[in-house]
């Protein structure tokens, strides 16, 4: 009697009704082989809008984390170079990863700094590192263990994508059934009312853009792992893109306060789907970008039509803001 | 209902009190030495005319503002409130008109956000739900824990709100006119909760213009007056005239002197705008005739309809019922630029939010949403707009520095680059909303100056909006009255009315 229909519900019939079509179309589409490849390819982009998926409830946005799979990869690449382990290079990658996310946090709470720009110029400054620290050149990977992460799999299921459902099953636990996540939301949903109520904010914010970062950190290490190549530029193309795709197409709302692992996870698995089909079926690579910014714009007019009025709302909260602060005397 | 714990600790605390608070908003008075106390148990009527400083006060005791001077005890004890937070740890919870739960989180979680129940590390989901169900059904509230607090229609969510309120350990409750957004027989329920609530314990101001809710509920009446306590008695100890008495008689023994050119008689052809029995969303019935050449004056209680009626003459509320007659032709307002195209042009009251474009400079606030008619073959024509801009500055007297950012200037010269932005739009109608609000003693007896001579000197139909008495008796030509969404059936005729009157008239309409 509690039960109402998931808000993930639409999703999800979009992903399998364009998996049909596909199947009708393909024969090729249609087989396991496909279908792993499919999810394999599809596991860092989950990852980054699993990450992204906190921020965006925060009502912020993390554009660096394109970047910085490029700059923890190459990380874990360095680490192992000079001999280490390839657990301390994971480890490694993922405390970069973090770092990153928590000085994106840390700017935009303490300074009160717009995520947009703060995450904009932590891209550029991510992506520029393993330049940098490389000459611009590809570092290859020797321990046989790394190789495990991006290309092992478990039961025919490649690892990533165990990674990231095991991800994704933290990520629901923590924002459904902790406090935390229940702060996230709030935080998301206004900031004023949050802090009235006795709620962190900063601790909220950094632990959201950290969170980014550790997700793209694991973005990385699977990318290096399966080329057992750390490569500077990697994760500088569509990754930032399609994961801000998956994650508003999987209903995480731009403004914040609305949205759900398991929904940016459908949002993901219809960007591969889309982007697979699309190679699988034929069509030339330059159209993909095409078809999903287009997926985008309908994520987005259907994220802002659904509530009654979200940007009636969205002004008079800026009224209040801006009321609050001039002396009133009525 | 039970809820033991609470009320014992309410009972022992002793009251919420204010000494001698005194607060100025840029040099201005607001509060005049303010003392008045809350027991717990007890329901406080609050009452006070437009800007008498009752939302300064509420604000001060809910850590929203700091006071001048003064103190602020609770239980006997001297408080030092730096912000909301502060309060709300001292007990004291306000519920203002605009409600303050998360629309996005559930009823259960906006109940226990911030001090959730965990089980291990994890939410106790159960027992939250529990206790919320509790809580709800105790106020006779039929709402679902596990439901978005968006999903429940404002009525129900001001209740969930103070239910909240008093389960996060309130002992005082502010409530600033809870009812405006209520119909009836919320009305009612909501009366009784206060009622209940004070029963159990609970210390309680409620500020309402409604003069028969107060009596229904409150055990003690305070009328605020021009910053000063005029009244503090039981309620059977003071009558509703008594209180009217109160709030108007104090207004200013001074009538200004109305040295002016006498308005053109009011002739008998049509009027230049014409409401009749107009309704909207916010508006029951608004009939009035506005003539050229005169100032109406629209009068009222915040949150009678004024705003809303201008609002509506510009097309930014849909007219539901009634008509609108332009000169003697029908006309249905659609938008803003549609109104001001038939020569209805609107300034607003809320000059930083939805008036002045803060970081453009002055002329280019004044000529906005005219430099359309300021291009050849596509491009500006910067020479002929600068000029344009200086005059209308120059006509309305617009100090300081014209060429920075307009929101350096003072709120008087943002004012009259609003109003020069009107008139560059060459209105015939012109709708002043709260035309001196923020504005200092000189510049207002300016704009004042000018309002008048567009009518009377340039023709001009001008209707203003304004919650000052004085202001409306020395502008007006003419004056209407609204309470709750309609006007009052008699047209005043601004020389016989005094600002004593329309105070009167306003609380006895409400």
Known sequence: ???????????????????????????????????????????????????????????????????????????????????????????????????????????????????????????????????????????????????????????????????????????????????????????????????????????????????????????????????????????????????????????????????????????????????????????????????????????????????RVPLGELLSRLVKRRQAAPADQA | MERTATVDSAMNSGALEVRDIEKRFSGVPVLRGVSVAVRPGEVVGLVGHNGAGKSTLLRIISGAHRQDAGQLLVGGEEQSFSSPADAHEAGIATVYQELSLLPNLTVAQNAFLGVELRKGGILDRARMRRETRELTESFGLDVDPDRKVRDYPVATRQLLEVAIATRRGARFLLLDEPTTSLEGAQVERFLGTVRELAAQGFGIVLVDHKLEELYAVASRIVALVDGRIRIDAAVSEVSRDDVIQAIAGHAMEHTPARERIAPPASDESAPALRAVGVRTRALRSVSLDARAGRVLGLYGLVGSGRTEFLRTLIGLDPVLDGSIELGGAAFRPRTPAHAAAQGIVYVTEERKTDGIVPLLDAGANVTLPVVGRFTRAGFLQRARLRQEAVERMDQLSVLGDRLGPVVRLSGGNQQKVLLARALAQKPRILLLDEPTKGVDLGVKAQIHRMIVSLAHDEGLTVIVVSSEEDEICEIADDIVIFAHGSTSPDVLDASDVTPNDLRTLAWSAA
């Open chain 1, 1 to 307: 009697m509690r039960r109402r229909t998931p808000e993930e519900l639409g999703i999800a019939a979009v992903v399998v009704i364009v998996a049909l079509v596909l199947s009708a179309i393909s024969p090729t589409f249609r087989t396991l082989e496909n279908a792993q490849i499919l999810l394999l390819n599809g596991a860092v982009i989950a990852f980054l809008a699993l990450g992204q998926t906190f921020v965006l409830l925060t009502g912020g946005i993390d554009l660096s984390t394109g970047s910085n799979v490029a700059l923890t990869g190459m990380i874990a690449a360095l680490t192992m170079s000079v001999g280490a382990p390839w657990w301390l290079a994971a480890l490694a990658a993922i405390a970069v990863g973090i770092l990153v996310g928590t000085v994106n946090g840390s700017l935009v709470h303490f300074l009160k700094l717009p995520p947009f720009i703060v995450t904009f110029a932590t891209f550029g400054v991510a992506a520029s590192i393993p330049l940098i620290l490389t000459g611009a050149s590809s570092v290859s990977v020797k321990d046989p263990f790394f190789a495990i992460i991006g290309r092992g799999s478990i039961f025919g299921i490649p690892m990533p994508v165990l990674l990231v459902a095991v991800a994704a099953i933290v990520f629901t636990i923590v924002l459904r059934l902790t406090p935390t996540g229940v702060h996230i939301y709030a935080v998301g949903g206004n900031q004023e009312t949050s802090r009235l109520a006795g709620i962190p904010i900063g601790r909220t914010i950094v632990l959201v853009y950290a969170i980014s970062g550790m997700c793209a950190a694991f973005g990385g290490l699977i990318v290096t792992s399966r080329l057992m190549v750390g490569y500077p530029s990697a994760g500088s193309g569509n990754e930032l893109f399609y994961s801000i795709a998956a994650a508003v197409v999987g209903g995480v709302s731009l403004f914040g306060g609305i949205g759900s692992i398991p929904g940016a996870l459908l949002g993901a698995v219809l960007i591969a789907t889309v982007s697979n089909g699309m190679n699988v079926v034929g069509v030339q690579s330059y159209w993909q970008p095409l078809v999903i910014g287009v997926i985008i714009l309908g994520g987005i007019i259907i994220d802002t039509y659904r509530r």
